[in-house]
């Protein structure tokens, strides 16, 4: 199956994940999701900017999954990628925070969005919600380093 999600990680060649504005984008264009920034983001506060290329309103959310479970079991539970499904019971969501400190200047078509990322021995995921809760798109999957 494939899916619409594409990934831009901004690693150095030591393998450190770095991201120079310090936070990962999420952008949609309708089809799909793209993120940009690193694989992997400390304990404490995550910091997220989603762009939105769509009219249609968007929901991020970040959040751990159940032991045994990992992004691609995400994947599989769908037909064709954006199909909405009930929510797993294997999957969490995480503490979202009033406001992200991303220091970034917002266009109009940007949000911010700050997580309470905890859990490090966990599979992390990030999704987007579209329209009145009319797609569901996976990003990405995230580890959360302790």
Avoid at 111 to 125: G, I, R
């Amino acid at each position: 199956m494939t899916t619409a999600t594409t990934r831009e990680s901004t690693e150095t060649s030591d393998d450190a994940p770095t991201s120079p504005d310090g936070y990962i984008e999420v952008t949609f264009a309708g089809d799909g999701c793209t993120v940009s920034g690193p694989d992997q983001l400390p304990v404490g506060t995550g910091e997220f900017v989603v762009t939105n290329l769509t009219d249609e309103f968007l929901q991020l959310y970040v959040g751990p999954l159940d032991s045994g479970y990992d992004f691609q079991d995400l994947i599989d539970l769908q037909q064709q990628p954006g199909e909405m499904l009930p929510q797993p019971t294997w999957l969490h969501h995480a503490v979202e925070l009033i406001a992200a400190p991303t220091g970034k200047t917002l266009e109009p078509n940007q949000s911010e969005w700050a997580f309470l990322l905890d859990q490090p021995e966990k599979n992390w995921v990030i999704l987007l919600a579209a329209g009145q809760e009319d797609s569901l798109w996976f990003c990405s999957g995230l580890d959360v380093t302790a």
